[in-house]
C-alpha cells in the first residue's frame, strides 16, 4: 500500500474524520490520498492559519471525542500553521498537524547551510515547544508508528497539538499491508482501566462549608463524566463560577454566576471575595482570574485545587490542599458522595442570587447599542436552539462571556491562553461541520479581517454560519488601554472613524449580509437566520462603544472593577 493510503487509513481509524488543508506540492499526496479513501472529510480553506484553527474546532464541537487534521505544504505551509498550533497547545485541545517536507535525500541535514531543498524549513524545531509530540520521518517503516505514537499523545493526559513533517519521497513509498493491519490492531486494542482515586476528605470539608464554591476550567468541561456532574452540583445547590475557557460548556442555571476575573460578572467575583472553601477543578487561576495581586484573592476561603497537571497546582494561587487527579475520576467520586452530601447552604444561596439579581445589569444605557442588551437579547433568541457560538479575541469577546448565557445543546468556544485576533470565522467552519448544528461568530471590525477569507468558504459550502461583526471603527480593547495609561494617545487602534464596510464585504463573498444600528433590526435579522439557517453576516454599527464594563484595573482586588458597586457581604 502507498504509504499516503495508509496515513489516511491510520487517520479515518482513529477517529480523525475532518481534516482541513490548503493544498501545496509537499502535500499533495496526502491529501490525494485521503480524499480517495473517502472517510476523513477534507475541507480547502484559503489559509493555513484558517485549516489550523478550523481543525481545533473539531475536538471543541465533539467534547474531544473527534479529532481534527490541519496538513500544510512545507516552508510557508507549515510556518503558517503555528498560530493555530500554539492555540491547541494553550487551550489544552487535541489536534493532529501534517506538514509534508522536501525528499529526504535534498534534506540540508547538519550541513551548515540554510537551505538545501526548495521550501525546505525545520518544521520541528519550530513548533517543538508548543506541541506535545513532533517528528520527523526519515525512513518509510518510521511513518506508522511515529503517526499512531502522535494520535495516542495527543489524547492521552493533558491533551494537545502532535506534528508529523513527511517528506515527499516517504509519502509515496510503499507499506505493507499486513504490517499495517497489525500496527494498527495493536494501537486500538482496549486500555486497561485506571483504578479510581476517593476523595471523601474533600466533599466532607463541602458538607461543612457555611459558603461553599466551584470553580470550574476549561480542564474540567470535556470529561465525559461533567455533564451528569454539573446536573448533580445543580441539584445540591452549588454556587459555581467559571474561567472563559470552563464558561464554554457551562449552561445557564440560578446556581451559576457567570465567569470571574478581570471582565468577569462582578456576582461570580463577590462569591469568590466572600466564600470559606473555594474547590478548584482544571483551571490555572491566570492573572486574569484572580487580578494581579494573587494573594488577594480568595483570601478569606479554604482552596482546594485539582488538576491533571501537577506543575499547575501552586503556582499562582497556594491552596490549603492541591490535588494531582484526572478529573472525570473526581467527578465520578463526587457523584457517587452526592447522596450523602447536604443541600448548599440556604442563606448563601440566597445572598448570591440576590448579588446577581442586583448586578447582573445593563452598565450601557449610554451607548447607542448596548452590548448587555444586544448579547442578552442573542441569549432569549436562540434559548430553544441547538448551537454553538465562537467569539473572536478582544471587547467582543469579553461583552459576550460576560453576558451570554447558555441553554442546554450550546456551547461557546474561544482562544483562551493565546488570545488570538482572527480565530472566530476558521474556527466557526470546523466547529459547524463537526458539530453538524448552526454556529454564531462574534467578532470586531479588527479581528474579522485577519482571517475575513474563510467567509468564502462559509459561502461555498452554504454552512450554517451567523458572524455577528461589532464595528466601533477601533481595536477597542487596547484603545482603552491606552486611554487609562497613555493620555488618551490612541496610535494604530483608532481610525477617525474610518473602518471597511463590512456588509459590502460579506455580501463580495456571497453572504447575505446586514449593516444594523438599534436593536430592533438586529433582533429582526437573528431571526431571519435562525429560520432559513443560512450563511449570514450582520454589522453592528456602534462606533461609540469603547469599553468593557464592569472591568479590573491594575492591582485592585477582583471584587472592586470600575465602576465601583458596593453589593455588601
Known amino acids: ?123 520541528v524545531a519550530l513548533v517543538s515547544s508548543i506541541t506535545k509530540y513532533a517528528h520527523q520521518v526519515t525512513h518509510v517503516d518510521d511513518l506508522i508508528p511515529s503517526l499512531l505514537k502522535a494520535l495516542r499523545i495527543a489524547r492521552e493526559g493533558r491533551p494537545g497539538p502532535v506534528l508529523l513533517d513527511i517528506p515527499m519521497d516517504i509519502q509515496r513509498a510503499e507499506i505493507d499491508d499486513r504490517v499495517l493491519d497489525q500496527l494498527i490492531k495493536a494501537s486500538l486494542a482496549v486500555p486497561v482501566a485506571q483504578s479510581q482515586g476517593s476523595y471523601s476528605e474533600v466533599w466532607d470539608a463541602l458538607a461543612k462549608a457555611q459558603k461553599p464554591l466551584f470553580l470550574i476550567g476549561g480542564g474540567a468541561v470535556n470529561c465525559p463524566h461533567f455533564s451528569r456532574w454539573l446536573n448533580q452540583i445543580g441539584k445540591l445547590g452549588i454556587p459555581h463560577v467559571a474561567s472563559l475557557k470552563g464558561a464554554e460548556k457551562l449552561t445557564a442555571s440560578e446556581h451559576y454566576l457567570g465567569m470571574l476575573g478581570a471582565y468577569g460578572t462582578r456576582a461570580a467575583n ?55 487527579a484526572e478529573l472525570d475520576g473526581v467527578f465520578a467520586d463526587f457523584i457517587a458522595h452526592a447522596t450523602a452530601l447536604p443541600m448548599a447552604p440556604a442563606a448563601w444561596r440566597a445572598h448570591l442570587a440576590k448579588v446577581f439579581e442586583q448586578s447582573f445589569a445593563d452598565e450601557y444605557a449610554d451607548w447607542s447599542v448596548s452590548p448587555f442588551a444586544l448579547f442578552s437579547s442573542l441569549s432569549t433568541l436562540t434559548a430553544d436552539r441547538a448551537l454553538d457560538y465562537v467569539a473572536d479575541v478582544g471587547n467582543n469577546q469579553m461583552w459576550a462571556a460576560h453576558t451570554l448565557r447558555l441553554a442546554p445543546n450550546q456551547a461557546m468556544h474561544h482562544s483562551g491562553g493565546l488570545g488570538t485576533m482572527g480565530f472566530a470565522i476558521p474556527a466557526a467552519v470546523g466547529v459547524s461541520i463537526a458539530g453538524d448544528k448552526p454556529v454564531i461568530v462574534i467578532t470586531g471590525d479588527g479581528g474579522a479581517q485577519l482571517n475575513i477569507q474563510e467567509l468564502d468558504i462559509i459561502a461555498r459550502d452554504q454552512l450554517p454560519i451567523l458572524t455577528i461583526v461589532m464595528n466601533n471603527h477601533s481595536l477597542g480593547m487596547v484603545r482603552g488601554f491606552q486611554e487609562m495609561y497613555f493620555e488618551g494617545r490612541n496610535s494604530s487602534t483608532y481610525w477617525n472613524g474610518y473602518t471597511s464596510q463590512f456588509k459590502a464585504l460579506g455580501e463580495a463573498y456571497g453572504i447575505p449580509s446586514h449593516s444594523v444600528i438599534d436593536q430592533a433590526a438586529f433582533n429582526a435579522a437573528v431571526t431571519e437566520f435562525l429560520a432559513n439557517g443560512k450563511p449570514m453576516l450582520i454589522e453592528v454599527l456602534m462606533p461609540d462603544a469603547r469599553e468593557c464594563r464592569p472591568r479590573l484595573e491594575f492591582g485592585r482586588p477582583i471584587d472592586e472593577q470600575s465602576p465601583l458597586m458596593d453589593l455588601g457581604r
Not at 270 to 299: I, P, W, Y
Open 1 to 123: 500500500m502507498k504509504a499516503s493510503d495508509a496515513v489516511a487509513k491510520v487517520l479515518a481509524d482513529h477517529n480523525v474524520l475532518y481534516g482541513f488543508e490548503l493544498i501545496g506540492g509537499m502535500i499533495a499526496h496526502l491529501v490525494d490520498s485521503i480524499n480517495l479513501l473517502g472517510k476523513t472529510k477534507l475541507v480547502s480553506m484559503h489559509h493555513e492559519q484558517g485549516a489550523a484553527f478550523a481543525a481545533s474546532g473539531v475536538a471543541r464541537a465533539t467534547h474531544h471525542k473527534v479529532m481534527g487534521v490541519a496538513l500544510g505544504t512545507s516552508g510557508p505551509g507549515a510556518t503558517n500553521l503555528i498560530t493555530g498550533i500554539a492555540d491547541c497547545w494553550l487551550d489544552s485541545h487535541p489536534c493532529v498537524f501534517l506538514t509534508g517536507q522536501v525528499n529526504t535525500h535534498e534534506l540540508k541535514g547538519d550541513r551548515a547551510i540554510r537551505q538545501q531543498g526548495f521550501q525546505e524549513l525545520d518544521s
Open 270 to 324: 463577590h462569591a469568590v471575595q466572600n466564600c470559606d472553601l473555594l474547590v478548584v477543578f482544571g483551571s490555572r487561576m491566570d492573572v486574569r482570574q484572580t487580578g494581579a495581586k494573587a494573594e488577594t484573592f480568595a483570601a478569606h476561603a479554604q482552596v482546594i485545587q485539582f488538576d491533571l497537571d501537577t506543575a499547575q497546582l501552586d503556582n499562582r494561587v497556594k491552596a490549603q490542599q492541591s490535588i494531582h
